[in-house]
Structure formats: structure tokens, C-alpha cells
T-cell receptor, first 115, second 115 residues
């Protein structure tokens, strides 16, 4: 069965620190997609990134970077030089081909960035 | 594109009442998904449609819940005889049926409070 685990419930950092949010997933599909979403206090889910199971290249977008490792079923997210505006709940999610691409979310990691 | 819209944004109801929520997906999207998010948790899949056909329902969707998408465009989610445990954010998402069908666009959600 598919599952997404975000072991870190809350993380607190001081502005300008780097922070890594962990995500471990389980799936039996060979075709699947992994996502990170941000949910600020306003509540709307904001799409950050998608990776498919055939593309293990890491990606960097500004201060954000993602490390996808199929060997350990992990898809970790790093924020470099964190800012107060990064404070939010971050969700890792999995969509499988055989599941009609319904999205299975982790429980989320709440990030507090203090000035 | 105007994005996925949901109405109402907030709903307060008394226990035992029926409520109905509406979701308008992005116009050319064939797939439509409903999720529920309770406080401190990630969104949980409820059901999804491809055009007007409801293809999968989670066991979270009890007999008191029903979802429809009569013309393959907007969808409604009805909860009968609401209970306090139904208090949550109800999220709708849509995606294409071809091409980037794995990429779901989320609406702002309907927050339900059952008193």
C-alpha cells in the first residue's frame, strides 16, 4: 500500500539557517510522482515541485532544492538561508499511476523560522 | 485560467443538518478529486471523478457523504446529518486527462464547522 511518512512534526530554525525536511514514501508502482506542497497560514496548498519516478535528478530552484533517492525511497527538501516567510506547513505527497493519481499526503512538517 | 474555485469558503452548521459544497474545476480538466483535511493532518483522499463517472471512493466516505458530477463539469459534495467529527477543510482538485494528468491543482477549500 502507498504511504508517505514525514517524521518531523515541527522544526524551528533561526533566519538564515539551512533546514532539510525529510520525506520517506512506500509504493509498489514503478510509475509514480512525488510532490512537495506548502500550506501557509492562509490555508491554500501551494505547489512547489513534482518529480516522476524515472527522473532521479536533483533540482534546485532559488533557495529550494530537492534530493530524490529511489534506493532509500526518500524525497527530501532543503531550504537554504531560510526566511521568516518560509514559515508554513510543508507536505510531501505521492501519486501512483494505478491509483488514478489520487494523491496521498504525509502528515506535514510545520516549519517555524524565527527572525 | 481562473483556477479551481470552491463555494462556500466557510460553513458553520449545527449537528444533524445537511450541507452541500460546490467545486468548479479548471474548465478543460476532466479529472476532479475531493480531499478532507483535519487540523494538524495532511489532506486525505475522499473520491475522484473522470468526467461524470465516480471512479473511486475512499472508505472515509461514509454513507452520509455523497458526491456528484452530473455533467462532468462542476461537482458537489453533500454531507447528511452532520456530526462534529465532520468539521474539517474540504479540498477540491482537478487535473487533465491526458498529458500532465498527474498534476493536480487545488482550490482554496471549504472550511466546515459543525457545532
Amino acid at each position: 500500500a502507498q504511504k508517505v511518512t514525514q517524521a518531523q512534526t515541527e522544526i524551528s530554525v533561526v533566519e538564515k539557517e539551512d533546514v532539510t525536511l525529510d520525506c520517506v514514501y512506500e509504493t509498489r508502482d514503478t510509475t509514480y510522482y512525488l510532490f512537495w506542497y506548502k500550506q501557509p497560514p492562509s490555508g491554500e496548498l501551494v505547489f512547489l515541485i513534482r518529480r516522476n519516478s524515472f527522473d532521479e535528478q536533483n533540482e534546485i530552484s532559488g533557495r529550494y532544492s530537492w534530493n530524490f533517492q529511489k534506493s532509500t525511497s526518500s524525497f527530501n527538501f532543503t531550504i537554504t538561508a531560510s526566511q521568516v516567510v518560509d514559515s508554513a506547513v510543508y507536505f510531501c505527497a505521492l501519486s501512483e499511476y494505478t491509483g488514478g493519481f489520487k494523491t496521498i499526503f504525509g502528515a506535514g512538517t510545520r516549519l517555524f523560522v524565527k527572525a | 485560467d481562473t483556477g479551481v474555485s470552491q463555494n462556500p469558503r466557510h460553513k458553520i452548521t449545527k449537528r444533524g443538518q445537511n450541507v452541500t459544497f460546490r467545486c468548479d474545476p479548471i474548465s478543460e480538466h476532466n479529472r476532479l478529486y475531493w480531499y478532507r483535511q483535519t487540523l494538524g493532518q495532511g489532506p486525505e483522499f475522499l473520491t475522484y471523478f473522470q468526467n461524470e463517472a465516480q471512479l473511486e471512493k475512499s472508505r472515509l466516505l461514509s454513507d452520509r457523504f455523497s458526491a456528484e458530477r452530473p455533467k462532468g463539469s462542476f461537482s458537489t459534495l453533500e454531507i447528511q446529518r452532520t456530526e462534529q467529527g465532520d468539521s474539517a477543510m474540504y479540498l477540491c482538485a482537478s487535473s487533465e486527462n491526458t498529458g500532465n494528468y498527474y498534476e493536480q491543482y487545488f482550490g482554496p477549500g471549504t472550511r466546515l464547522t459543525v457545532t
